[in-house]
C-alpha cells in the first residue's frame, strides 16, 4: 500500500522559510514523478512543484519560481519544498503527490498524502 506523508508545515512571518519533507513507501519509486500541490481556503487546488525521481527534472508554478525547491533523497524516499521568501498568499493546506506522469491539474494523480498547513502571517 503506497503511502504519503508529509511533515514540516507550520506558521511563519512574511519572509521566513519553511521545508516540507514526504516521505514514501510502499511502491518502486523510479520513473515516478513526486509533486506538490496546494489548496487555500476557498480556493482552487493548485499545482506547486514536481520533480522526477532521478532529479534531472524539476518543474515550478510560476509565482514560486526563484522562492521554492523541490528536491529528493532516493536513499529516504522523500522528497523536500525548500519554500523561501513566503508571501501571506502562499497560505494553504500542501499536499504531496505521486504519479508515474507529470500531471500539474492534479486529476489524473493517483497517490495523495494528507496534507500540511503552512500559515504565512503578515
Known amino acids: 500500500q503506497v503511502q504519503l506523508v508529509e511533515s514540516g508545515g507550520g506558521l511563519v512571518q512574511a519572509g521566513g522559510s519553511l521545508r516540507l519533507s514526504c516521505a514514501a513507501s510502499g511502491l518502486s519509486f523510479s520513473r515516478y514523478y513526486m509533486g506538490w500541490f496546494r489548496q487555500a481556503p476557498g480556493k482552487e487546488r493548485e499545482f506547486v512543484a514536481a520533480i522526477n525521481w532521478s532529479g534531472s527534472g524539476t518543474y515550478y508554478r510560476d509565482s514560486v519560481k526563484g522562492r521554492f525547491t523541490i528536491s529528493t533523497d532516493n536513499a529516504k524516499n522523500t522528497v523536500y519544498l525548500q519554500m523561501n521568501s513566503l508571501k501571506p498568499e502562499d497560505t494553504a493546506v500542501y499536499y504531496c503527490?505521486?504519479?508515474?506522469?507529470?500531471?500539474?491539474?492534479?486529476?489524473?494523480?493517483?497517490?495523495w498524502g494528507k496534507g500540511t498547513l503552512v500559515t504565512v502571517s503578515s
Open positions: 503527490t505521486l504519479d508515474r506522469n507529470l500531471d500539474r491539474s492534479g486529476g489524473g494523480i493517483n497517490y
